[in-house]
């Protein structure tokens, strides 16, 4: 028998998608956007995974790029996959750091087959035409201050303690996190500009954000060593940092919390 053409391979599987990653890497990405959504549309490129949410209420906002060099295999023609992350984040955490996960979508059967060891998962895709990425915003923010992603969760976990509108001020002579919490209670976090990595400030800047939205972010990103914050006196703030050796990007935009409003 001839061997079928490639039109014909084509028909009966579809574009290529059969990628095989570390749970570890898995975790981080479903982890990240499941901050602020429930389920996203994942952009597969020739060369990288783009993934774009934002949350219901459009206050905050991921931008994600994993770059195909963080994955152990990949093949992959351009597609676009629409997923609940609740279901991928169950089947990782049956698994540890080092397992390894394939996943191959079946274009014939309309189906995503993951596979982790033992257990094969098959999962029906949403229809990612009703997933759309938003926009991202192109913002000009003249101040930014990079440190350890311990040292900002610390400070947003020790600003939990007294509220959820943290404040955060930087000048040219460091970092300053806040919160005031009735007439009594109050927290401050402050790391001079010799204890952050990079500090670029003109003039001071303050702005007021909700911790219910930084808080699950920052256990995220607590074990990278560099994070960048970006913001403006009642700018939206911008959070940079990357994972996977640097082959993995997060950018994360939070609107600010006007001080006055409801």
């Not at 808080?215 to 960048?228: E, F, G, H, Q, Y």
Request: hydrophobic letters at 40%; one cysteine or more.
């Amino acid at each position: 028998m001839d061997p079928p053409e490639r039109g014909d391979i084509d028909r009966v599987w579809g574009d290529m998608l059969n990628i095989t990653a570390r749970q570890e890497l898995m975790r981080t990405i479903f982890d990240t956007l499941n901050v602020v959504v429930e389920e996203a549309r994942l952009d597969f490129n020739e060369h990288d995974l783009d993934v774009r949410v934002v949350d219901p209420s459009h206050v905050a906002m991921i931008k994600m790029t994993i770059q195909s060099a963080a994955f152990d295999s990949w093949e992959v023609d351009e597609k676009s996959l629409g997923l609940e992350l609740g279901k991928m984040r169950d089947l990782l955490s049956l698994g540890n750091s080092g397992d390894l996960i394939e996943l191959r979508h079946d274009e014939h059967e309309g189906r995503v087959h993951i596979n982790m060891g033992k257990i094969d998962r098959v999962i029906r895709p949403l229809d990612h035409s009703t997933v759309q990425p938003p926009n991202v915003p192109e913002l000009e923010l003249p101040a930014s201050v990079t440190l350890t992603g311990e040292d900002l969760s610390r400070a947003f976990r020790a600003a939990r303690q007294v509220g959820d509108l943290v404040n955060i001020s930087l000048s040219s002579e460091g970092l300053d996190i806040n919160v005031i919490g009735g007439e009594t209670d109050s927290v401050s976090v402050s790391y001079g500009k010799d204890e952050v990595h990079e500090l670029i400030c003109d003039g001071p800047v303050r702005s007021q954000y909700s911790l219910t939205y930084l808080l699950p972010l920052s256990k995220l990103m607590a074990i990278n060593d560099r994070v960048t914050l970006r913001f403006g006196d009642n700018f939206p703030l911008r959070v940079e940092y990357e994972f996977a050796d640097g082959a993995g990007q997060v950018v994360y935009f939070l609107a600010p919390r006007i001080e006055g409003d409801i």
